[in-house]
């Protein structure tokens, strides 16, 4: 079983709840760690953030999700720079350690032009992200995104564009949604866990079938990814962070969010 200490939720899992709500329920339930999405505190101070997370004794692990740098379009890679940007600066104010990509990607160009313009984004980000110490995970994700949300599909490749960019505060984020297919995965986190560069670890579960690219992910143990197997891996290669529970689905966001939350906790210790 995981260490119950270690289990966070991002924000969007229980999206019909609003910010308040969700630190309140989550303490309730024992969830000790929080990753905000930015649209969750929309409009919200950042010391009232920062005040919910104490009152609440809720840590806060990530800030989801910046990144979307590849266009073919100049001045569109520019705003993306800027906006990531703002982002870390939204990140130092509410105590942030770190933010996860979701890197882009433009179906107009190829694959490769789009790393290279991740690359240039984070380089571009890092500026600001030293001055605040905010560290910035790649996501790589599921090769049926590579047309226009990532460029980046699977732990090799960034791994490699993590140490072409060779900077202490850049890592990678594994989530088992989008790698749990990979048949090189064991020795890909262990590769990316000796230099220290597994910044973070999602959790969920791929549902057979899968009813919605996006919004149809599993709880711990519904689907067909082996999460205990691969969490071994994660441990094994050094990592003693949180594991995030991250869950994008309409059928789950129909359900009274308090039972959702309970199916989370025993996905958790049974299936995780
Ligand atoms: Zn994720």
Request: aromatic share 8%; charged share 25%.
């Amino acid at each position: 079983m995981p260490d119950l200490n270690k289990l966070c939720v991002h924000t969007i899992t229980t999206k019909p709840w609003d910010f308040a709500t969700a630190c309140e329920k989550y303490a309730e339930a024992g969830v000790k760690g929080i990753t905000i999405w930015r649209d969750a505190i929309e409009g919200i101070d950042s010391e009232q953030v920062k005040g919910l997370l104490k009152k609440h004794d809720l840590t806060l692990v990530s800030y989801c999700r910046g990144g979307f740098f590849p266009a073919v379009d100049e001045k569109k890679r520019q705003e993306a720079i800027a906006d990531n940007i703002r982002m870390v600066e939204e990140a130092a104010a509410i105590g942030a350690p770190m933010i996860v990509l979701v890197c882009g990607a433009d179906p107009k160009q190829s694959l490769e032009t789009s790393r290279n313009q991740i690359v240039a984004g984070i380089e571009a980000t890092l500026k600001v992200a030293e001055k605040y110490n905010v560290k910035l995970a790649i996501e790589p994700l599921h090769p049926m995104y590579a047309g226009d949300r990532s460029a980046v599909n699977d732990l090799k490749t960034a791994t490699e564009m993590v140490e072409k960019i060779n900077h202490p505060l850049v890592g990678v984020a594994v989530d088992v949604y989008h790698l749990w297919w990979d048949p090189h995965l064991e020795e890909e986190i262990y590769r990316c866990g000796m230099t220290d560069k597994l910044f973070a670890f999602h959790i969920c579960d791929w549902k057979v079938p899968t009813t919605d690219m996006l919004l149809d992910r599993g709880l711990m143990g519904e689907g067909c990814i082996d999460v205990p197997r691969i969490r071994s891996w994660v441990e094994h290669a050094g990592f003693n962070g949180f594991n995030e529970v991250e869950i994008f689905s309409n059928a789950y966001w129909e359900m009274p969010q308090e039972e959702f939350l309970e199916k989370i906790i025993e996905g958790y210790k049974n299936h995780s």
